[in-house]
C-alpha cells in the first residue's frame, strides 16, 4: 500500500484542531502503523495525525532513530497533553509540513506529558532537551498550530513569500519542491 502523504503548509486542513480519541480500535492502531511508517520513511522523528489529514489526537515519536539501519524506538502517544513544564530550551526546528526550513523556536525545557498507549493504559513521561521539544512540537500540531506561528513575524512572513515562490515554481514546471534536511519534526 503506499504510503500516505505529509500534508505541507499551507494546507488548511494543517490549522484544525483535532479531537480526542474516544475509542481505541483497529482502525486507529492501524493508522498510528501507517503513521509511523511515513515518520521512518521520511525520515522524521515524530508525526501528528493531522499532518496525514486525520484530525485526532494521536502522535507518534523516535526521538533516539537517527539513521536508516539505526535501531528504532518508537512511541505512540493518544490523546497527548502537557501537565507540566519548566524551564526554557531554544531549539532549531524543521517540520515535514514546513519543506526547506528551519528555524529556532524557544519552548518549556522540561515537560511531562500523560495521554494513553494503544491498549488503552496511561502513558506518563517526563521528556528534556530534544524530547520535550519533539512533544511540544507534535502536541502543537493537534492544536492546529505550526513552529512558525512561534517565530517572529518577520521571519514568518519571508518563509511564506519563499513557500509561495517555490509552489508558483513546482506547479509550473511540475516539479517537487524537495524535502526538509536535517531531523524533521
Ligand atoms: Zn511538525
Known sequence: MALRP??????????????????????IRALAQDMLEVMYDEPGIGLAAPQ???????????????????????????NPEIVEREGTITWNEGCLSVPDFQAEV?????????????????FEEEAEELRAVCFQHEIDHLDGVLFIDRISRLKRSLYVQKRKKALRRESEE????????????
Open 106 to 122: 524557544e519552548r518549556s525545557g522540561r515537560v511531562r506529558v500523560r495521554g494513553f498507549d494503544l491498549e488503552g493504559l496511561p
Open 52 to 78: 496525514v489529514g486525520e484530525p485526532i489526537r494521536l502522535v507518534v515519536m523516535d526521538t533516539t532513530w537517527t539513521e536508516e539501519g539505526s535501531e528504532r524506538s518508537p512511541i505512540v502517544v493518544v
Open 174 to 185: 511540475g516539479e517537487d519542491a524537495g524535502a526538509p534536511s536535517g531531523r524533521a519534526l
Open 6 to 27: 505529509v500534508l505541507q503548509f499551507p494546507d488548511p486542513r494543517l490549522k484544525r484542531v483535532s479531537k480526542p480519541i474516544a475509542k481505541i480500535t483497529d482502525e
